[in-house]
């Protein structure tokens, strides 16, 4: 049982990217995995890694031995999957790292839902606007919203991504409606992050506006509140200013126009052929949440976008059940893919 141990060891400390990432995800001391791992290394008679002070790199016997280690642990799991179904149960902490606005609203509010549903499962949820090194900062995943590429981790999509140009009746009151994309020209255009231009499809294919106005900012918060206080106009997303569209609070202008749709929604976590437990199901469950038409965009029985899209006619949401939980631990998802996020 011990050679075992030995073997989960090297095979975490491979996945992690780290001595002391993966003493982390097992409660070792750095100094307890690297004699474990040398202990291992001597028994086989052969270096199965190359150590630095902040990574590791896999020699070529390493290689081959970690991919037959992953198929000895997984045979391992489902074979106690099998017999006491334990793949079905998640413990420990979750780590999650999310945008601060995205959240807020729409991953804080369900929390105690998932909890209530995995009560062996604490969740350490961090906010940020800025990307994190989801192994070198020791997070199970991170929920991203990019456009993403190819790249070392591994991204399931949890949500398509709306992003339209809206703006307050008070402002439009004042300054007129824009009628052509050429009309943004004389309008104020809100942006946070130096005005990074607006890259929109339209009905003539991609066109770009770089926004300019009297405000400067780098928080897209401070964005979200300017333009509902009529400032000017903004490009935001639908699950972000829902219920001031549903409200009336901003409406929609240009609707021929609208953000890029290869945004959207991932849940981003390292690339292991065996996915813990815990990082399964919350995955499902947002998954599960928000699924291929989120709540934030769904329409009523009449048409009528039920987060406002339409102007005209604005029903309240209704309410949504709590999503299931489910899944056999280790398995990937059809949907995930490698990639390299940039927004």
Known sequence: MNNLGDLEIFARVVSAGSMSAAGRELGLSPAVVSKR????????????MQRTTRQISLTEAGQGFY???LAILAGIEDAEA???RRSALAR?????SAPTSFGRMHIAPHINSFMRANPDLGVNLSLHDE???IVGDGYDLAIRIAELSDSSLVARKLAPVRRILVAAPDYLSHRGEPRSFDDLEAHVCLSPHNNDPWKLEGPDGPVVHRPTGPLQTNSSEVVREAVIGGVGIALRSTWDIGAELADGRLVQVLPEYEGSRNVA?????????FLPAKVRVFIDY????????????????DGNG???????SRPKPNAKDAPRTGGKAGQIDPGDRRFDAAE
């Open 306 to 312: 039920q987060a406002g899209l339409d102007e005209r």
């Open 37 to 48: 791992l040398r202990r291992l290394e001597d028994r086989l008679g052969t270096r199965l």
């Open 82 to 84: 099998f017999v006491s």
């Open 265 to 273: 929604i991932h849940a981003v976590y390292a690339s292991r052929r």
């Open 92 to 96: 420990g902490v979750l780590k999650v």
């Open 131 to 133: 990307f994190v090194d």
């Open 67 to 69: 991919e037959r280690v």
């Open 286 to 301: 947002l998954a599960d949440l928000y699924g291929a038409v989120p709540y934030w965009d769904k329409r009523d029985d």
